[in-house]
């Protein structure tokens, strides 16, 4: 028998996360500005959707909402010196960067708008609405954000293609006898590409003060990270180039999970617009003369408007709830879908069919009764109306 002998890396691999002990020893003023930090990122890219919406931003507007957190907390340490370059999605690498530049890393979070911070703000969108006063003079736009003065290398279009420059000026800072050193984003489908690792042998092999931030969000595009690759732990990638891999918890993987975030957040919003149109649907002067009778107007809202619209709302709202129930027998057999998948031509033609006839026949079971329930209370909410008409 062989003997096998187990192999450990030459860099250091480990996983950090927070704990009590660190918030209680927490600097204060280093969080309300980093507070802030979020508050003005968040508020600048809802903005930016919004113009968008409106068609004012020509080009696209790559969102960083939800992504804050990670530029905030990398870069509110660094000094101007310090550069960062990033993806296409990269609005909030930029401005935690630019933000920082400007106050010196502090920020009071009752004065956050300061005569710098407008400036910044101004120049930022103005870039991305493709305007002169832009730092690029309006020729960038949102995936081309640069400003050298700050440290902030420029983000790029390229899927993986700022990481290659990251390294140069990472090079570079080393040969000039400095101690800055390069941070460089990428997402998730980045981590799979040639020159992203080409850049990891080389800064390993030179000795760059260059850090790799990975911003995992699970999806390039509609692929995900466990179709890309086999190893969906990305910090890996560094083990093999004898550089130290660190991973931050704290960003759920379970599929079910986010299946349940989206559910939750959709039939909200479908719900909300119901009551919503039910509220709206009660002639006003019902209100008017609750007020006649001495009511409020919180008053009347709640004992006169709100009863009337709940009860014209529960048929929409049953509505709804037949739809949370079939998209929730539907997310609880994705598995299957990922059986057609990864299943090749002779897998296929032995495929097992069952469970899809199951899970029609689960669709019949649950729709059918509550349609036939959601139109007989239709009907009778109708003779009703009918009969306090006459």
Known sequence: MPREKRLHPAAEWVELSTTAADWKAADPGLLATMLGQLHLIRAFEETVLELAGEGLVHGPAHSSIGQEGGA???IVSLRSADAVNGSHRGHHQFLAKAITHVTKGVLDPADLVTPEVQTVLQRTLAEILGLAQGYCSGRGGSMHLQWFEAGALGTNAIVGGGVPM???????????????????YFGDGAANIGSVLESLNLTSAWSLPLCFFIENNRYAVSTTVEEATGEPRLSARALGFGIAGLGIPGVPNDPFFW??????????????????????????????AARSLGLTQAQALRYVVIPQAVRRVIPPLLN???????????????GLVEAFRTANIEQQSIFNYTPYLALSVIFLVITLPLTRLTDYLVARDRRRFLAGAR
């Not at 959709?266 to 019902?286: D, F, L, N, W």
């Not at 709804?320 to 994705?334: A, R």
């Open 166 to 184: 990251a390294a140069g000026n990472a090079w570079a800072q080393k040969h000039s006898g400095t101690d800055d050193l390069t941070v460089t």
């Open 320 to 334: 709804d709830f037949i739809g949370l129930q079939k998209d929730t027998v539907l997310v609880s057999y994705l």
């Open 259 to 288: 299946a349940a975030v989206s559910l939750t957040l959709v039939y909200t919003a479908y719900v909300s617009e119901v009551y919503r149109a039910g509220i709206e649907s009660i002639h006003p002067s019902q209100a008017a």
């Open 72 to 74: 905030v907390g990398s």
